[in-house]
Structure formats: structure tokens, C-alpha cells
């Protein structure tokens, strides 16, 4: 079995791709690092590329990278998903800083994307807007959640971290409580996409930022049960709900199974676990609003 350990970056096609850089550098506060005619790359401040935007129909993810172990053989990895009856293709010179990837769909047709190891593609660029630390997690919209847990377990060693009953399922690769969602909705679509901040402070500071670029805050700020983490949730310009989050759970010793404690877990240990929808789930905050909840249409 394959095991990722971290997400790398997401590749979203855009109806209009000079709208989406616009959003990207001057609200979110990446670094453009690199433009093309029809692509654009964009990176933390840091230098990690988080971001590959393309130009396209329809607004939609299109791929999503994730990092294998450095010594991890190309060899190997498509041994590996052949095993599980998965075809992989190498592809040289992807983007900035990846030299070679293993690729292949997921059920969905989303195309995922194996790489080893990465260089930054810039260093302590100059950023605006609110300026994440990274690209923490997706969340798709399925058909049937389940399946698409099984499919990431058996093929990238993903593991569960917690379900909402059964229909919203957590998966981690790493010690951070989740790094892909699946839940279910009426289409198969992203449902968003999430960056994760320094602190609280930085959150406030971002809220207050939306506001001054009049983009209403969907939900938030509050804080979740499942994963614990302070969230707000805005709509881009391409419909796309972006998460900003800080203070998720980790689990930094599998073997011990069970989240780092924190002050706001209401379960010592917090372990992984099906939460009840039909009690409330949020530690504080208030109700997801109607736009909010209309992703799972």
C-alpha cells in the first residue's frame, strides 16, 4: 500500500483565470510565482506552491498533489497501485519545483498526483491579503461517501478520523486531524477548499479583512466539534467555499490513537469517533447559513 504523508498543492480550472489570480493574491495572500498563457502558479510567502490555476469551462478541481516519502522508487509506487488495480502514469516537469509524478483518477475522475519531493518556488515573497500558512484540507461532495473512504485507505493509506454519522467522513494522511472530506450531496463536486492560518488573532484579522473587501462570511467564526479547529468559511468568485482555519487537531503518535489534548475537547482522550447529528456538534458559534449549506445541492 501506498501511504502519503502530506497534501502538496490543488489544481482548480477557472472560466476566468486573471479573476481567480486577482483573488488568490489580494485576498487569500499567495504570491503569484509563476504565470503562462493559460496557467498560473501561486505560492505561500513561504515559497510552497499551493494553488495551480488553469484556464477552463467550468470552475471545478481538476487535481490534487500529495507527497510520498523522498526515497519512496516511482517503481514501487506503481507496483503499488496496480496491486490495487489502480494504472499510473509518470509525467516529467509537472510544475514548479516537481520534477516527476505518478498520476492516476480517483473515482470521481479527480486526478491525483504522486511526487517525492518538492522545491519552494520562491522564498519570503512579498504577499497581501491575509496570507495562510498553508493549504491545509479538501472536501468533495459524493455520492456515497464510503467508498471514497475505502478507495483512499486501500490505494494512499489514508486513515479515518472521524464520521458524521455516515454521512461526512474526516481522513487524515499526517498528523493534522484531516487532510481530505468527503460528504455527501446531490452532485459530485468540491464542496471547499481550506487554509490554514497562524492563530486566532490572524483569524479575527482576516475577518475583519473580508469585511472591508465585502465578502460576507458564510459561516464562522466558531469552532468545530469534529477536528476542534477555530473555522470561517467565505464564497471566491468562482462559487468555491474557502475555508480559513487554526488550531486543528494532530495526532502525533498513531500508536497511541487518540488526538493531542487540548482545553476545548469535551472527550479525554479524543479519539476518532462517529459524531450524532442530531446533537450539537460545535463546540461555539453559530448555525451554518443557507448559502453555506446549499454546496451539498
Avoid at 483518477?105 to 495562510?132: H, M, Q, S, W, Y
Avoid at 475583519?208 to 470561517?232: A, V
Amino acid at each position: 500500500m501506498i501511504k502519503v504523508t502530506r497534501i502538496g498543492h490543488a489544481t482548480f480550472e477557472t472560466p476566468d483565470l486573471q479573476r481567480a489570480i486577482d483573488y488568490y493574491t489580494q485576498v487569500t495572500g499567495l504570491v503569484l510565482a509563476q504565470r503562462e498563457k493559460n496557467r498560473a502558479f501561486l505560492a505561500t510567502k513561504l515559497g510552497d506552491l499551493v494553488v495551480q490555476l488553469e484556464q477552463g469551462s467550468q470552475s471545478r478541481c481538476a487535481r490534487i498533489s500529495f507527497q510520498v516519502a523522498p526515497e519512496t522508487e516511482f517503481d514501487s509506487i506503481r507496483r503499488g497501485l496496480e496491486r490495487q488495480g489502480v494504472h499510473g502514469q509518470t509525467r516529467n516537469d509537472p510544475c514548479p519545483g516537481i520534477s516527476r509524478m505518478m498520476t492516476f483518477e480517483d473515482p470521481k475522475g479527480t486526478l491525483l498526483e504522486l511526487f517525492t519531493t518538492a522545491e519552494p518556488v520562491g522564498k519570503n515573497l512579498p504577499a497581501v491579503g491575509i496570507g495562510p500558512l498553508k493549504l491545509g484540507h479538501l472536501a468533495f461532495c459524493v455520492d456515497d461517501p464510503k467508498s471514497f473512504a475505502d478507495f483512499y485507505g486501500r490505494v494512499l493509506g489514508f486513515r479515518v478520523s472521524d464520521w458524521i454519522e455516515d454521512w461526512f467522513v474526516f481522513m487524515r494522511c499526517g498528523p493534522d486531524h484531516h487532510t481530505v472530506n468527503f460528504v455527501r450531496g446531490k452532485s459530485t463536486k468540491i464542496h471547499h477548499i481550506a487554509f490554514e492560518l497562524k492563530d486566532w488573532a490572524q483569524v479575527q484579522v482576516a475577518c475583519d479583512f473580508l469585511g472591508q473587501k465585502n465578502i460576507s462570511i458564510i459561516w464562522g467564526p466558531g469552532r468545530h466539534g469534529p477536528g476542534h479547529n477555530i473555522f470561517t468559511y467565505h464564497r471566491n468568485p468562482d462559487d468555491h467555499i474557502v475555508e480559513l482555519f487554526t488550531e486543528l487537531d494532530k495526532m502525533m503518535d498513531e500508536s497511541l490513537g487518540y488526538f493531542d489534548p487540548r482545553p476545548w475537547h469535551r472527550d479525554r482522550p479524543q479519539v476518532p469517533k462517529v459524531w450524532d447529528s442530531k446533537s450539537p456538534r460545535d463546540i461555539w458559534g453559530l448555525p451554518p447559513s443557507r448559502d453555506y449549506l446549499r454546496q451539498r445541492d
